[in-house]
């Protein structure tokens, strides 16, 4: 019998399906990748996950659907995506959140500045606030939030590979914020992430 072959339902833009796209390659796991269009009805993903959210993975466990609770679920089947010391490991998915949390207030924006008919001023300046404060924060973060020494991470931690993709999904989506101008020290974590094969095989189209 062959084993159980995870499937990640993804969209090639989303960037909470690339931070696993990410993940599930540095961890080295064989899955099949289902690419779909999120505006679209999906009813495969629907019956897979009823809020109808990339990233979805399919697991011999059943599904697991929010790339949060996928890092968790990597981590407790293979290891490598946390410290395993508590106040490390809490400190790690802490910043880490911070990121993905500039990967939603993105979303957001987009959604808000081009979905909807009459966009609001006032959504649209919070999601660019809550943005920047997130940003100008992380600027402050102490280099070993970023750099890891551990082997298969290419020297980036989890919070940077999230950190790189919520970048390089800024660029794609909000290139005037300009992040580069006003947090240069944030272009070394995205230049590491690019030596990567997996992060350059997994660039947003735009
Ligand atoms: N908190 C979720 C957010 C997932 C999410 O918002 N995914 C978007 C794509 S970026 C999506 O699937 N949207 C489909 C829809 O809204 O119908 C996570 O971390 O996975």
Redesign the pocket.
């Known amino acids: 019998m062959h084993p159980f072959q995870p499937i990640l339902y993804v969209?090639l833009r989303?960037?909470?399906?690339r931070r696993i796209r990410l993940a599930l390659r540095r961890l080295g796991v064989t899955y099949e990748e289902k690419f779909l269009d999120?505006f679209q009805e999906n009813l495969e993903l629907n019956n897979a996950n009823p809020l109808?959210?990339?990233?979805t993975l399919m697991t011999s466990h059943g599904p697991v659907?929010?790339?949060?609770n996928i890092l968790e679920y990597l981590n407790d089947t293979h290891g490598g995506i946390w410290p395993s010391d508590v106040r490390s490991k809490i400190n790690a998915r802490q910043n880490a959140v911070w990121c993905?949390g500039i990967m939603?207030s993105l979303?957001l924006y987009f959604q808000e500045a081009k979905l909807h008919e009459v966009p609001s001023p006032r959504w649209l300046k919070d999601h660019a606030e809550s943005m920047e404060t997130t940003l100008s924060f992380l600027s402050n973060a102490p280099d070993h939030i970023w750099l890891s020494s551990e082997t298969g991470s290419n020297g980036l931690t989890q919070a940077a590979w999230d950190l790189s993709v919520a970048l390089e999904y800024m660029d794609l989506r909000l290139p005037e914020l300009n992040w580069r101008s006003k947090y240069p020290s944030f272009t070394a974590i995205l230049d590491i992430a690019r030596k990567s094969s997996y992060f350059c095989e997994t660039t947003p189209p735009t």
């Open positions: 969209s989303s960037p909470f399906a999120v109808g959210l990339v990233p659907s929010d790339s949060n993905a939603q979303v």
